[in-house]
T-cell receptor
Framework: DVKVTQSSRYLVKRTGEKVFLECVQD?????MFWYRQDPGLGLRLIYF???????EKGDIPEGYSVSREKKERFSLILESASTNQTSMYLC???????????FGPGTRLTVT | EDKVVQSPLSLVVHEGDTVTLNCSYE??????LLWYKQEKKAPTFLFML????IEKKSGRLSSILDKKELFSILNITATQTGDSAVYLC??????????????FGKGTHLIIQP
């Protein structure tokens, strides 16, 4: 069974703080993804990575960065959190092209 | 303009009814279309479609893709209350590198009343 885990289910941070969201997958997947999900906007891709130390911008990368030092771990970094980054963050991984993405349970981040 | 459009956005039916959910897309380099079911947690995978006209089936759920008209439908027959969820449609585009992220529609919120 594929398992994608995220470090926190709920997180509350203050404006201006640096925030790290961690994602780990245990299936040796090549590709990893970060999305955010907001009511009325659906899921939107922030960043993805198809190899260690490789990263690609998604549709809404502004205000975010990522790190992939090891194959199984993909971190999303909010350099200076802002209230408009309050959202549900979902990590996903996949084996290759044309394979489904498996999602983690999500982290609900609130920035006050 | 949205690349992936789902309709209806919400739907309420009675148990036992059959429902059809729609997804239209407009992308440059289509690779695949995926359907996910999301309850109060992470989306779970239902189907991946890459070829036109080939129905994928899993129990009471089925889906088909029309690459000429750029749409897909998800059918659920003999609905049950456990089918209540948000159904997400997503499209993967082809690029020069490895796999790309998905572009999601806003989802169809399906409610099955007993």
């Amino acid at each position: 069974d594929v398992k994608v885990t995220q470090s926190s289910r709920y997180l509350v941070k203050r404006t201006g703080e640096k925030v790290f969201l961690e994602c780990v997958q245990d299936m040796d997947h090549e590709n990893m993804f970060w999305y955010r999900q907001d009511p009325g906007l659906g899921l939107r891709l922030i960043y993805f990575s198809y190899d260690v130390k490789m990263k690609e911008k998604g549709d809404i990368p502004e205000g975010y960065s990522v790190s992939r030092e090891k194959k199984e771990r993909f971190s999303l970094i909010l350099e200076s959190a802002s209230t408009n980054q309050t959202s549900m963050y979902l990590c996903a991984s996949s084996w290759d092209q044309l394979t489904e993405q498996y999602f983690g349970p999500g982290t609900r981040l609130t920035v006050t | 303009e949205d690349k992936v459009v789902q309709s209806p956005l919400s739907l309420v039916v009675h148990e036992g009814d059959t429902v059809t959910l729609n997804c239209s897309y407009e992308v440059t380099n289509f690779r695949s279309l995926l359907w996910y079911k999301q309850e109060k947690k992470a989306p779970t995978f239902l189907f991946m479609l890459t070829s036109s006209g080939i129905e994928k089936k899993s129990g009471r759920l089925s889906s088909i893709l029309d690459k000429k008209e750029l749409f897909s439908i998800l059918n659920i027959t003999a609905t049950q209350t456990g089918d209540s969820a948000v159904y997400l449609c997503a499209v993967e585009e082809r690029s020069g590198g490895g796999a790309d992220g998905l572009t999601f529609g806003k989802g169809t919120h399906l409610i099955i009343q007993p």
